[in-house]
DNA sequence: CCCAATACCTTGAACTACGAGGTAATACTA
DNA sequence: TAGTATTACCTCGTAGTTCAAGGTATTGGG
């Protein structure tokens, strides 16, 4: 019902590519703290996504660490545009039924 | 994550009783189709918030059949606004990180 | 030298949600 | 009057989601 978490990673994702570390950061940055994801939570999907096709992974070795870049594939592109209108549906259920004052 | 189901039962809850069968249609109809919770998610829920103390169960016989109408207690009046603002936090989250065409 | 930060990862448990079924009564239709 | 649809309750097993807690290894600062 949900898949908040996916979403933002595949969103984020179509912007430019990432390493999951920094998804975490940014995810809590761009929504202002209002949502926080943890690596437990990140690092799954994207090896989900990753098996499923939606992303592919780069492995760039960074100051010694090694850094796994993901982007978003076209299937990942088609995806996101699943969830986007998902989340959009969601949301103007919610809406209306939150904005509801009287209803026999 | 989510708890969107558990959310709408508590609002329209909060309107007035209802019974579980109910709930189901109602929502369908308050949200435009766009959400749509069957009675194996209802009934359940109906149960943990009861048992919870967030609602308070009435049986009627109607037509010889029985309904169980449920409504909310001020706990359950809590627990709406705290769904509430989870609700509104995660939204505006989502809001800004999908209207994000460029980030550093 | 030690601790914080970076960066990867897994595991187990909890919670959420769903479909499929099962019961029984009334109401409609043929 | 027989059969089907609708109302109305419910549970069960499963699948999916999310989380906190841990574990490893490196670099960088104090």
Redesign the pocket.
Known sequence: ??????LLVLRLLANQEM???????TIKLVTGEA??????????????LESAGALK?KRKP????????YSVTTKGQKRLQLLISDWQRINSGVKAALGEPEHA
């Open positions: 019902m949900s898949g908040v978490p996916e390493y999951g570390y920094e998804l975490v950061r949502i926080s994801i943890g690596e437990g939570v990140i690092y799954p999907i994207l090896h989900n992974a960074v100051n010694g660490r090694t850094r796994v870049y």
